[in-house]
């Protein structure tokens, strides 16, 4: 026994769809893998639908396919037992773009609609596509296609005309064990017509009916439950099932067919039935396992099994809500009212409280008043819906029973927001995460403001459990603000977290980052054979007790010195200022590489005791030899990016040298870039470099910047040359040269 599947139309959808995929690399300071780029092979996809069931003994109808355009592609390297995503995007958005990828086992994902949803109509219609792919070595091109098919299971009811005629008030429900999924599907006598949808697993039929408590035996109270037949049914992603229900005429038998569109396997349970009822029973009332006790539910939560089912041999005359309730009684409902006769305004309004009810009348024997649609429609307020309820059965014989009383009440949905002072970047927060303590995750989203201005929603990057991760909040921030964070469940606003408050950072800069301030500091040099000569060196700061900067200088700065007139000594500090090479204001920093000595003279160009310097620029102090005595400034931000802008020139292909470094309180290095290799540059340049914060645990505490005339151990000069010293030319033996102005911390 049991019914053909649906004959469709056979029609064949299939709409290509070209995702390819591209992501922007990202410059940095040093390589960084970053998630979605990583070789140099280009992956295309392609994408169909096919509406065909399996065996393609049946296919959906054309409406029920959807368009390519509406799907969403994903791309995941297998890495163990842990899938890592690379991409995701809708359609629309990932035409003709191409991913890079290295070597390795990915697959494809593409999908539409809700894998968990269950529902009547072509929007429960799961689509989905998985496709492995593998990346080889040697290739250069490769292109994935995959055909997108319904993933879950569609479902059909047919109701043979004995069954309808015996038992006129039955209750059909249908639920998966598939993880997550929302509702069941439920049927009375007259949707047989509905097309359900449901995901695959092992499925639950359960029927409620009015001949079943023959051979049942009640519990200590008395009470016979209504559930009569109960089957579980094994279906697989894109099976079409139909369900044929029936009784044996005369016999009293119920049978239950199920036909499965896959192999033809139709397998059928015959349940006794007493063919007969004594009408003078009194009605039984029986809450469902989850009324038995107060009921405590979140906003979206599978409630199935709430429900009073309800037996009246004598049929019904009045079935009764009792209920004592502010927040029910605030939306115009009276305890006590009829569930048999409602008005408009108030059958209305118990639609929107998802409270339900299957047929009632004087020949219906078996009924029910469903709650568990409260999950679906009735969402937490400032006053939440509480309610103790219980339900008065009168059937035709005047016998009134009444349940036992039970209390339904909906729970505050809770999450922790995880953000503190180290996450607060001068214009952004990143590495924020939330914790949800009661509902479901997805759900959840983060919000935030400053004062009291508008809430921005942002939703989380990925979800790990009962944790949200949260992407780059911001960009464009408002520097030393205070920002209020909270969680919000599904955009409703009596559903919000306390305020966490955390300030950001201030867009700091380092000191004299135009190189506009310089003190000027004369030292006597020693002339063995003429007159003393007083030499000139500066110091990067015009006060001692606010300066950033500090040079070597001392070093090449010889105090004793054989020539015969005082204008044959060739001393000279390594760092000077520069009055005529400037970007913004008025002066640079200049930094070169000097040779100095006892003997280095006009008279003695071959010199003894001579000694190449080469020129440093840095952020600390230095002691009077010129030695690095401290490292470093206090500094407490973290931008995104350092810059400034130079002029080089080099002799024999040398580089200049530029260091940078932020460490935390502790001494912990945060960041660090070592440049050896700074091109040369006869018009002013930019230097960037990105700064990549992967400690999101530790503030910054202090900075360090340093440059250097080059980066060569065996620096060399060019004998007589002349160059620029505070905007006067000396001739001396001189190597690179390297110009630096507006230093620049970028917040982003």
């Not at 842990?82 to 958005?93: A, G, V």
Request: with cysteine.
């Amino acid at each position: 026994m049991g019914l053909d599947c649906n004959k469709l139309t056979n029609m064949k959808y299939n709409s290509l769809l070209s995702v390819c995929l591209m992501t922007a690399l990202l410059f940095s300071c040093k390589t960084s893998e970053v998630e979605g780029i990583e070789g140099t092979t280009e992956v295309t996809f392609s994408l169909a639908t096919d509406g065909t069931h399996h065996k393609v003994k049946s296919e959906l109808a054309a409406d029920y396919i959807p368009e390519v355009d509406d799907f969403t592609v994903e791309v995941f390297k297998q890495e163990g037992s842990k899938d890592k995503r690379l991409y995701r995007d809708t359609y629309p958005n990932s035409k003709d773009k191409a991913i890079k990828l290295n070597a390795g086992s990915y697959y494809m994902l593409a999908y539409h609609g809700n894998a968990l949803g269950v529902g009547f109509g072509k929007e429960y219609a799961y689509f989905q596509a998985k496709e492995p792919f593998q990346i080889s070595k040697d290739q250069r091109k490769v292109s994935v296609s995959a055909t997108a098919k319904l993933y879950n299971v569609k479902v059909a009811m047919n109701y043979g005309a004995d069954l309808l005629k015996d038992y006129p008030n039955f209750l059909i429900t249908l639920a998966t064990d598939k993880e997550g999924a929302k509702g069941t599907l439920s049927y009375t006598k007259n949707d047989a017509a509905k097309e359900g949808f449901i995901p695959a697993g092992t499925l639950t039929f359960t029927l409620f009916q009015d001949k079943s408590q023959v051979n049942a035996t009640p519990d200590e109270n008395g009470n016979i439950k209504v559930t009569a037949f109960r089957k579980t049914i094994t279906v697989e992603p894109n099976d079409f099932i139909t369900l044929t229900v029936n009784t044996k005429p005369a016999e009293g038998k119920l049978t239950v067919g199920i036909e499965i569109d896959k192999e033809t396997e139709t397998v059928t349970d015959n349940v006794e039935i007493n063919s007969t009822y004594v009408s003078t029973e009194a009605p039984v009332v029986t809450l469902g396992d989850k009324l038995a006790s107060t009921l405590k539910f979140h906003e979206d939560e599978d409630l199935t099994g709430a429900l009073v089912s309800l037996k009246s041999a004598a049929g019904y005359s009045h079935v009764y809500l009792d209920f004592t309730s502010p927040y029910l009684e605030s939306k115009g409902l009276i305890s006590g009212l009829d569930l048999m006769n409602m008005d408009e305004a108030t059958k209305a309004e118990m639609d929107k409280l998802g409270i339900t009810t299957t047929e009632m009348g004087p020949d219906v024997k078996f009924a029910a008043v469903d709650f568990s649609g409260l999950s679906q429609k009735v969402k937490y307020e400032a006053d939440p819906f509480d309610a103790t309820f219980n339900v008065r059965v009168v059937d035709n014989n005047g016998n009134t029973v009444t349940s036992a009383p039970f209390t339904i009440k909906i729970q505050k949905l809770t999450a922790q927001v995880n953000v503190a002072e180290a996450n607060a970047f001068a214009r952004s927060f990143r590495g924020v995460t939330m914790t949800v303590n009661e509902g479901i995750a997805s759900k959840f989203a983060l919000q935030y403001r400053t004062g009291e201005g508008d809430w921005t929603t942002v939703k989380p990057e990925s979800i790990e459990g009962n944790t949200l991760n949260f992407a780059k909040i911001g960009g464009s921030l408002l520097p030393e603000t205070a920002y209020q964070f909270r969680s919000i469940y599904d955009n409703n606003a009596a559903e919000v977290s306390d305020n966490v408050v955390v300030t950001t950072e201030a867009a700091a800069q380092v000191g004299n980052a135009g190189f506009e301030d310089w003190t000027t500091e004369r030292i006597t040099i020693k002339v063995q054979l003429s007159d003393d000569r007083q030499l000139d060196w500066y110091l990067p700061y015009n006060s001692i007790s606010n300066n950033w900067w500090a040079v070597t200088s001392k070093r090449s700065i010889v105090t004793n010195i054989l020539a015969t007139t005082e204008t044959c000594v060739k001393s000279f500090p390594t760092v000077a200022y520069s009055p005529k090479e400037f970007t913004q204001g008025n002066i640079s920093a200049h930094v070169y590489s000097v040779n100095v000595g006892k003997y280095n003279t006009d008279l003695s160009p071959f010199g003894h005791d001579n000694k190449t310097y080469v020129g440093e620029l840095f952020i600390g102090t230095a002691d009077d030899s010129g030695n690095h005595s401290s490292d470093g400034h206090s500094f407490a931000s973290r931008p995104d990016k350092f810059s400034f802008k130079y002029k080089y020139t080099p002799v024999k292909n040398e580089k200049f040298y530029v260091e940078i470094l932020f460490k935390d309180a502790s001494g912990n290095v945060l960041f660090s870039k070592i440049d050896k290799d700074g091109a040369p540059a006869s018009d002013w340049m930019t230097y960037n470099c990105d700064l990549n914060w992967e400690d999101l645990s530790k503030k910054v505490s202090s900075i360090y910047i340093c440059f250097k005339s080059t980066s060569s151990d065996s620096p060399q000069v060019v004998n007589a040359s002349t160059i620029e010293v505070a905007g006067q030319n000396f001739t001396g033996h001189f190597g690179s040269s390297l110009y630096i102005d507006d230093i620049q911390m970028i917040y982003e």
